[in-house]
């Protein structure tokens, strides 16, 4: 999942970042509000998680940017902890909202919710047929048996199974699973298509050709 960290704080900015980087995430980031509209408008992100209080333009008015055109989960996050804050961000359409200073196992946790509910999934369970991914332990296991997966391969079946019964175009997994600033070559794809194959089965991934990949619900 790629995800969009809106926030000026040079050091919280960072904390943030390397915890999602822990947990399997590809995070850009914006350190104000210009950058920030400058990456929205060319990037369909998963999350955006939002700092309130930016150098230029504020959150809110970000906020809004997102909600007139798109239904990408925000998580807004701010040092103010005033009642009329908290009801305006969710007013505009935050999904959630964190006061500084919050735990970062907190943040990842309504970072999963909040993504889960984007999808429309009420359990981070996901079953399909014999398959199972946690996406809360971010693993899978089949007939019982976890199974072994790189981190990019559980990203690839994640986004998959999220959107199980939809094909799933290669340039959407390339646009989410990969950051602007990283290259990457055509056949990477299909190298770990192969591997998830080998290891689910080899029609759990469906291939169908000039569109994309499907697993079936």
């Known amino acids: 999942m790629k995800i969009l960290l809106v926030e000026d704080t040079a050091a919280l900015r960072e904390t943030i ?3 999602l980087n822990e947990e399997g995430y590809l995070v850009e980031i914006a350190a104000d509000g210009s950058e920030a509209f400058r990456k929205i408008e060319i990037t369909d992100y998963d999350a955006v998680i939002l700092d309130i209080v930016l150098p230029d333009y504020d ?3 970000i906020l809004r940017t997102i909600r007139e055109s798109q239904q990408t989960p925000v998580i807004l996050l701010t040092a103010r902890d005033a009642i009329n804050d ?6 505009l359409g935050a999904d959630d909202y964190l006061t500084k200073p919050f735990d970062l196992s907190e943040l990842l ?3 999963r919710a909040v993504t889960r509910r984007g999808y429309g999934d009420r359990s981070p369970k996901i079953e399909v047929g014999e398959v199972v991914v946690d996406t809360a332990k971010r693993n899978a296991q ?3 048996e976890k199974i072994e997966l ?3 391969e559980y990203s690839i079946l994640e986004t998959l199974v999220r959107q199980r019964g939809v094909v799933v175009s290669r340039a959407y997994l390339y646009d989410h699973l990969y950051t602007e600033d990283e290259n990457t070559l055509s056949n990477v794809l299909d190298v770990y298509i192969y591997r998830l194959r080998a290891k689910l089965g080899k029609d759990f991934i469906r291939t169908r050709r000039g569109y994309g990949y499907i697993i079936e619900d």
């Open 59 to 61: 959150g809110f008015t």
């Open 142 to 144: 089949r007939n019982g």
């Open 109 to 111: 946790a309504r970072l």
């Open 17 to 19: 970042s390397e915890a």
């Open 150 to 152: 790189t981190t990019l």
């Open 86 to 91: 908290r009801v305006k961000g969710l007013d």
